[in-house]
T-cell receptor, first 114, second 111 residues
Framework: ETGVTQSPTHLIKTRGQQVTLRCSSQ?????VSWYQQALGQGPQFIFQ???????GRGNFPPRFSGLQFPNYSSELNVNALELDDSALYLCASSWTASAYNEQFFGPGTRLTVL | QKEVEQDPGPLSVPEGAIVSLNCTYS??????FMWYRQYSRKGPELLMYTYSSGNKEDGRFTAQVDKSSKYISLFIRDSQPSDSATYLC???????????FGKGTHLIIQP
């Protein structure tokens, strides 16, 4: 059973640009969640996808959007980047859509917005 | 007031000491409580999972939940330098609302 992988590892963008981050879930996991972890803070829930549909969202604006594909891969898209979007972005996969099920985290993508 | 409060530390203790980490929370809907360990430049990994109030032990780790006080704890016995990491408490009411994390406590075990 392979773990959760994310790409790229690091990314530098400028304010106003758009970015796409990618995640590959563990095989068999039909749920993926995305979190934003600012420096010195705990992860904050962005949204969750279950069977390719968004079914839960945290307090993040619509310029944060996502996709989930049948092959256990997913994307996080952020439009109109702001300086405060600089953070570590984590994806986590799990067997079911309920948050109490164990979530397996990837190593994250560190995004820097200049 | 944040939903979950956790002292960021750093907390520095000598090898072999008992470590006590804790979080307080305000949302009474939380029923599932977890502790994650995060090493530098890595994603969080689940250490302990507890449902509702009570204690749970796993090797050197013990998790306690007191829902009446809205207080959770993680104890690490016989601490090792390899335990040096950031420890994050997390909780949820279930459903698709994701996990709510504390800020994390940076723990340093001195050899």
């Amino acid at each position: 059973e392979t773990g959760v992988t994310q790409s790229p590892t690091h990314l530098i963008k400028t304010r106003g640009q758009q970015v796409t981050l990618r995640c590959s879930s563990q095989s068999g996991h039909n749920t993926v969640s995305w979190y934003q972890q600012a420096l010195g803070q705990g992860p904050q829930f962005i949204f969750q996808y279950y069977r390719e549909e968004e079914n839960g969202r945290g307090n993040f604006p619509p310029r944060f959007s996502g996709l989930q594909f049948p092959n256990y891969s997913s994307e996080l898209n952020v439009n109109a980047l702001e300086l405060d979007d600089s953070a570590l972005y984590l994806c986590a996969s799990s067997w079911t859509a309920s948050a109490y099920n164990e979530q397996f985290f990837g190593p994250g993508t560190r995004l820097t917005v200049l | 007031q944040k939903e979950v409060e956790q002292d960021p530390g750093p907390l520095s203790v000598p090898e072999g000491a008992i470590v006590s980490l804790n979080c307080t929370y305000s949302n009474s809907a939380f029923q599932y409580f977890m502790w994650y360990r995060q090493y530098s430049r890595k994603g969080p990994e689940l250490l302990m999972y507890t449902y509702s109030s009570g204690n749970k032990e796993d090797g050197r780790f013990t998790a306690q939940v007191d829902k009446s006080s809205k207080y959770i704890s993680l104890f690490i016995r016989d601490s090792q330098p390899s335990d040096s990491a950031t420890y994050l408490c997390a909780m949820t009411g279930g459903g698709a609302d994701g996990l709510t994390f504390g800020k994390g406590t940076h723990l340093i075990i001195q050899p």
